[in-house]
């Protein structure tokens, strides 16, 4: 069990080498641990604010001064609702790899995968549709993929569903006090069609909404386009072709093709999943029968099926 009341440390930027690397931490001791040691071009006590902080950390293998900054949040305002502390330094690897051992040696652990943005869930601080595009943001491999992350992230789907949580609520008084004080002359009679009216829109909004959600978690992934066809229809022949190399074995001899392949193709600017799949015939021995049973896995996960028929047909 992830217990959040532990601080928890990471590094927080990109794996490789660049001019500037990042370590988080979060919890309970995430300032002391930060400012401990650190030689401070101003004074440094523990902030009631968002503050920043230039100087040098102490680094005793290699001994040295390494030059950094840091950036505190006090919380409960943070993006974890509690304290975090940003360690801003020098993208070297190594480098932010040692700062995070001497940050466990003072009493952090390691960050689980995603436990930053579950404690900012746990705190309130986001939503669970804001969690979600937290990973569709970090997953983002187009422009178009990336926006629509960020437009969740922004409350895209929080929002209608907080108006219409609203308004169902309202529905939901009004039908209570008619039920409770009937005879009141203050309480208007509720209409019965428009409240089944109103119902039924509350239903198509939340349709449209999760015809939305589905079609953009559908965009993160790339398309598959499945080749079909009876054995020596040319799938193979035609799955090297459009990905320019020689992947699949192509021969003369029907059946050659006994599992699927799939190679990363380009089409007009979109990445798709190319899958070649054994051709279409009955199962007549145990190796046929694993064949087919395949190729139907695959035809059943198919955003696209193209079928192949022979040249000379």
Not at 182 to 204: F, G, H, M, T
Not at 258 to 268: A, S, W
Not at 293 to 299: D, E, N, P, S, Y
Request: hydrophobic share 40%.
């Amino acid at each position: 069990m992830l217990d959040p009341s532990e601080t928890i440390v990471a590094i927080a930027s990109h794996p490789g080498p660049a001019i500037r690397g990042l370590v988080r931490l979060s919890g309970p001791l995430a300032l002391s641990i930060v400012l401990e040691g650190f030689e401070a071009d101003s004074p440094t006590p523990l902030p009631s604010r968002p503050t920043s902080y230039v100087g040098r950390i102490p680094l005793t293998n290699p001994s040295s001064r390494l030059p950094a900054m840091l950036v505190l949040w006090p919380g409960p305002r943070s993006y974890t609702g509690q304290p975090v502390a940003e360690v801003h330094t020098v993208g070297s690897p190594p480098l932010l790899r040692h700062l995070v051992a001497l940050y466990l040696a003072r009493g952090a652990r390691p960050a689980e995968r995603g436990e930053f943005t579950l404690r900012a869930f746990l705190s309130g601080r986001i939503d669970l549709a804001q969690s979600e595009a937290v990973l569709h943001v970090i997953e983002a491999t187009t422009p178009g993929q990336l926006d629509s992350a960020l437009r969740q992230l922004a409350g895209g789907l929080a929002g209608p569903l907080r108006l219409l949580r609203d308004r169902l609520l309202d529905r939901l008084v009004e039908l209570e006090a008619n039920l409770d004080f009937v005879d009141e002359p203050d309480v208007s009679p509720i209409v019965r069609q428009a409240l089944v009216d109103d119902l039924a829109d509350a239903s198509a909004q939340l349709d449209g909404l999760i015809a939305s959600h589905r079609s953009r978690d559908r965009a993160e992934t790339r398309p598959r386009v499945v080749l079909i066809g009876r054995p020596n229809a040319g799938k193979s022949q035609l799955f090297n072709a459009l990905l320019g190399e020689e992947q699949a074995i192509v021969s003369p001899v029907a059946g050659t093709t006994r599992d699927y392949l799939i190679g990363l193709c380009e089409c007009d600017g979109l990445a798709i999943e190319l899958i070649d799949t054994a051709g279409e015939e009955p199962a007549r021995h145990a190796i046929a029968e694993l064949s087919q049973a395949q190729r139907g896995r695959q035809v059943a996960e198919a955003d696209l099926l193209l079928r192949c028929v022979p040249a000379d047909e």
